[in-house]
Structure formats: structure tokens, C-alpha cells
């Protein structure tokens, strides 16, 4: 089908000629009289399978797509800027673990400063806090044992829970010898205390009792007086004898004013007793909060004091802030002298991808934007064989920039997705320096319009010169 398709067009082009007899070849020549005998059929074969070829070609460079690339020349950098190593306070070198090409891990000890006097500051502070924390245990046992009610106070002793400390040591023994003696005291102003309200309430009970005894008596005078008046007059009894009974009546009456004016003293004496001792209460309460706010504050500062020191302790491990290789190590002395804030090592970083950095021509940066594919060439590794590594293009500089030569040039970035070759399984090592040729995927196109493009291109400028 498709042979005789091309038959048709081979005929349509080269049309057969009209056939002439042997009589009229004679009067042609050579050359023109080859044209009118028929082609071998072997030649029409080929000739047919190269049109047919031409036209497979054709049809197949219509739907094939290949990249449209624009290519630039760089070199690999570091994801990060290059790492100074520092130390914040300084001390004395003791140990240098890794050295220069050495690839380290990120929190891998690189150098040991001497602890001795970070810590001998640090347990100095942790022995304070250990105090201050027995301190506020004792402290909160105190007011937990002193109970205050509106005209009372009462005393129900709490012993103190030292958590932090070891049980029976000299420390706790010491502070619970504190909580005791204070408490002691405390017991001995209540007894004190006690004692006088026991006395005050016993007069008032006495006064009370007396008082109403003698308006028992007065009662009593005041109504043999009353029977004894009317016999006086009628001189039954005689007034000796009235008398006597109106000096006891008022005797009597004089005692019980009396008593009566000596209660109210009792009793505000016996307030006054009970406000002393609510006062001790109060004012022991209020001491021991006075030292429990202060012994708390003391212990909030000391805390952030104790996680500075510890932050120089560990800071004493010098370790590596990146995964990456020592570039340079600027100090080797052991027993030497490091400066606060002094420059330790320096290392170049590497992470799971790589950075490349190139130079891109000004004719191609109208194609190119951040987010495009790009594949990475290094001159170090034949491409052939291991392959490139595939990365997103990140960065597009602002402005073109001038070489060393004058020419313009734009600088791009790429991310790499992975940090080496992989060569039968085994890593090929990718290091900052290494020039590479970077092929930034700018479109698709097909392969018939790459190979029509000369002649467009003609087109669009022939027969235009002035």
C-alpha cells in the first residue's frame, strides 16, 4: 500500500516517457536513448526505500521532542557559607580530635577546653541552689505548721520534705535542727501566751463567779433591810441593829460596783492575751513568707545562673555546628591559651545537596527562570559513564556582571537533588571547587522544527539587505 503510494508520487515527479521504436533509436545518441529503456528492478527498489525512509523520517521528526537546553560553565560551592568555628569564653586547650581534610559530622567534638574552672563555678552554684531549696522546704513546712483564725492561732507542726537532699545527711540534719529551733521558739511564745490567757480567763471566771454572788447577797440584805424598817419604827427591833444591816447592804453594793467594774478589764485582758497571740502567729507567718519570696527569687536567679555555667561547660566540647570538611584548624597547641571569641577551625559545609554556581550568556537569560530542570556535568567525572546529576534552578542574578575579559554574564544557582555520583554502588565524592557544565531544560520542541530552523531563519531575513 504504502509502495505504491510512493510509485505514485515517484511518477508524478519523474512521469514515464512515450516508447520509440529501434528504428528512431538509431538517430538518438547514447546518453538520451539509456533514458527510454526501462530501470532494473533493483534500483527501483532502492530508490523506493530511501523515499520511504525520507518520509518515516520526516513523519517521526514531527511527534519526536528533544530538550531545548541552555548551557553555561561553574563550579561547585558550598549549600552554606563557610563555618568559623569560635568559642564564647575561651581557656585552655586540652585535646584536638579531627584534623585538616578530616570530613566531620555535625555535633562531632572537635576540640576538649579544660573544665576544671567551669566546673568547680558550676558546683558552687549547685550546692547553693541545693540550700536555697532546703531553705524553701523549710520554710513551707514552717507556715504549714502555724494555722491563724480570726481570734486564734494554733500550732500543728509539719516536718519539712528535703527532696533534694540525701536522707540523714549533715545537710538535712542541719536544716532540720533549724526548722526545729524555730519552731521551738514559736512553742515557747505560745506557752507564754498560754499561760497569761489561762490566768486572764480564770479572773474572769472568779470575777464572774463573784459577781453573782454578791447580787445573791445584796438581794438578800437589801430585803432583810426592807422587813427590818417598819419593826425599827415600831421599836421591835432597834435602830442599832438597822443600822448594821444598812452598812452591810451598802457594803455589798459597793463590792459588786466593784466587780463589775473590774470585769471589762479582765476580759480585754483576756482579748489582749488572745491578739498577742495571734499577733506572734501572724508575725512568725509573715517571716517566714518574707524568706520564702526571697529565698524563691534567690533560686530563679541562681537557676538561670546554673544553665549559663552548664551552657560553658558543654561549650568546653568544642563541637562542629555542620555536616562538612576541616578546612583549616587555627590553633594545635595543647596547654595553649584561647582567646574568648577566637577563631577555632573553619569548615567547609556539606549537606544532601549541592550548590552550583554559574555563568550564564545574556542571550539565554530571557529563557530561563528560577524553578526550571537542570542537569549538572561534572569535568571531573566522564559524563558517559556516570552520569550528571539532576537540580532545580534557584537563583538568577538581578543585573549582568563583566569577567575578567569584559564580557557579560548572568549568575544563576542550582540546587543539586543529591551530593555525589553513584558510580556500581559506590559514592563518587563531590567536592566545593569542582568546575562543572550546568544544561538549565528551558523548553521541548520537536526535531523537525530543529531542522527546519535554518530555513526559517532564512526566510525571515533573505531578500530584506538594503
Same mark, same amino acid.
Given at each position: 500500500m504504502l509502495s505504491k503510494a510512493i510509485e505514485r508520487i515517484l511518477q508524478w515527479f519523474w512521469p514515464p516517457q512515450p516508447a520509440i521504436s529501434e528504428?528512431?533509436?538509431e538517430y538518438v545518441d547514447d546518453l538520451h536513448s539509456r533514458l527510454h529503456f526501462k530501470t532494473p528492478y533493483r534500483s527501483k527498489r532502492v530508490l523506493l526505500t530511501i523515499a520511504c525512509m525520507t518520509i518515516i523520517f520526516l513523519v517521526w521528526s514531527w511527534f519526536a521532542e528533544i530538550d531545548e537546553v541552555s548551557r553555561g560553565q561553574g563550579r561547585v560551592i558550598p549549600s552554606q557559607q563557610l563555618q568559623i568555628v569560635q568559642n564564647l569564653e575561651g581557656g585552655i586547650l586540652q585535646q584536638v580530635m579531627v584534623r585538616e581534610g578530616e570530613q566531620v559530622r555535625q555535633g562531632q567534638v572537635l576540640m576538649g577546653i579544660d573544665q576544671t574552672r567551669f566546673r568547680a563555678d558550676v558546683r558552687e552554684q549547685q550546692h547553693q541552689r541545693t540550700t536555697l531549696l532546703a531553705d524553701i522546704a523549710r520554710y513551707r513546712a514552717e507556715l504549714?505548721?502555724?494555722?491563724?483564725?480570726?481570734? @486564734?492561732?494554733?500550732?500543728?507542726?509539719?516536718? &519539712?520534705? *528535703?527532696?533534694?537532699?540525701?536522707?540523714?545527711? &549533715?545537710?538535712?540534719?542541719?536544716?532540720?535542727?533549724? *526548722?526545729?529551733?524555730r519552731m521551738q521558739g514559736l512553742e515557747n511564745s505560745f506557752g507564754i501566751i498560754a499561760e497569761q490567757i489561762q490566768q486572764r480567763q480564770q479572773e474572769r471566771s472568779e470575777i464572774e463567779s463573784r459577781i453573782r454572788h454578791l447580787e445573791r447577797s445584796l438581794a438578800l440584805v437589801e430585803q432583810e433591810l426592807n422587813l427590818t424598817r417598819p419593826l425599827a419604827r415600831r421599836g421591835v427591833v432597834s435602830e442599832v441593829e438597822l443600822l448594821q444591816l444598812e452598812r452591810q447592804f451598802n457594803e455589798v453594793q459597793s463590792e459588786l460596783a466593784s466587780a463589775r467594774y473590774n470585769l471589762p478589764k479582765?476580759?480585754?485582758?483576756?482579748?489582749?492575751?488572745? @491578739? =498577742?497571740?495571734?499577733?506572734?502567729?501572724?508575725? *512568725?507567718?509573715?517571716?517566714?513568707?518574707? =524568706?520564702?519570696?526571697?529565698?524563691s527569687s534567690r533560686l530563679a536567679v541562681l537557676e538561670e545562673s546554673l544553665v549559663q555555667l552548664s551552657d560553658r561547660l558543654t561549650r568546653?566540647?568544642?563541637?562542629?555546628?555542620?555536616?562538612?570538611?576541616?578546612?583549616?584548624?587555627?590553633?594545635?597547641?595543647?596547654?595553649?591559651?584561647?582567646? &574568648?571569641?577566637?577563631?577555632?577551625?573553619?569548615?567547609? &559545609?556539606?549537606?544532601?545537596?549541592?550548590?552550583?554556581?554559574? @555563568?550564564?550568556?545574556?542571550?539565554?537569560?530571557?529563557?530561563?527562570?528560577?524553578?526550571?530542570?537542570?542537569?549538572?556535568?561534572?569535568?571531573?567525572?566522564?559524563?558517559?559513564?556516570?552520569?550528571?546529576?539532576?537540580?532545580?534552578?534557584?537563583y538568577i542574578s538581578a543585573d549582568a556582571m563583566l569577567d575578567e575579559q569584559g564580557n557579560s554574564y548572568y549568575l544563576v544557582r542550582i540546587r543539586t537533588e543529591g551530593s555525589f555520583l553513584d558510580a556500581d554502588g559506590a559514592a563518587l565524592p563531590i567536592m566545593p571547587g569542582m568546575m562543572a557544565s550546568v544544561d538549565i531544560i528551558t523548553g521541548k520542541r520537536t526535531l523537525f522544527q530543529y531542522l527546519v530552523k535554518p530555513i526559517t531563519r532564512a526566510k525571515q531575513s533573505a531578500l530584506k539587505e538594503r
Open positions: 528504428q528512431e533509436l504549714a505548721s502555724v494555722r491563724v483564725e480570726s481570734t @486564734r492561732a494554733f500550732l500543728d507542726i509539719q516536718p &519539712p520534705y *528535703f527532696s533534694q537532699l540525701e536522707a540523714d545527711s &549533715p545537710t538535712q540534719l542541719f536544716y532540720k535542727a533549724l *526548722f526545729q529551733e479582765i476580759v480585754a485582758a483576756l482579748q489582749e492575751s488572745l @491578739r =498577742k497571740q495571734v499577733d506572734v502567729a501572724l508575725q *512568725f507567718r509573715t517571716e517566714s513568707q518574707h =524568706k520564702l519570696a526571697e529565698a568546653t566540647q568544642v563541637v562542629s555546628p555542620v555536616n562538612g570538611i576541616i578546612n583549616a584548624i587555627r590553633i594545635n597547641t595543647i596547654g595553649g591559651v584561647i582567646q &574568648p571569641g577566637m577563631d577555632l577551625i573553619e569548615i567547609v &559545609p556539606q549537606e544532601e545537596a549541592l550548590v552550583v554556581e554559574a @555563568r550564564m550568556s545574556p542571550r539565554d537569560i530571557a529563557f530561563i527562570r528560577p524553578g526550571l530542570t537542570a542537569v549538572v556535568k561534572l569535568t571531573a567525572y566522564d559524563f558517559t559513564i556516570y552520569g550528571g546529576l539532576a537540580g532545580t534552578l534557584e
